[in-house]
């Protein structure tokens, strides 16, 4: 039903009318069926995440050439979220031309 294209609501309502499935049953089996579908999808997940991450190094490196610490930052940060990294801390100093990152 997801392939479908149906929501989780849609799903749960067709379970209990037309099969009587409780709805406990129907929670704990859609949490197993959405792991499923995570650990199918895990490398085509990671092969676009490692297309993404050359393309930030790309925009990154240009920033750096140009003297764009800013941009490099957010470009850093941006690629950080990607791979699930908590920023904690970002500081950029553009007189020094430093910036300083910290991850939990």
Known sequence: MLAEGKNRQQIQQTLKDECG???STINS??????????KQQEPF????????????????NKAVEKGDLKTAA???KQ???LFGLNV?????????????????
């Open 45 to 60: 997940v990671s092969e676009i995440k490692a297309v993404i991450a050359d393309r930030y190094e790309v925009l990154w």
């Open 74 to 76: 957010t470009v850093l």
């Open 79 to 81: 690629e950080s979220e």
């Open 88 to 104: 904690q801390k970002q500081e950029v100093d553009l007189s020094a031309g430093e910036f300083v990152i910290e991850f939990n």
């Open 21 to 23: 499935v409780s709805q």
């Open 29 to 38: 089996d859609f949490v197993k069926a959405l792991a499923e579908l995570k």
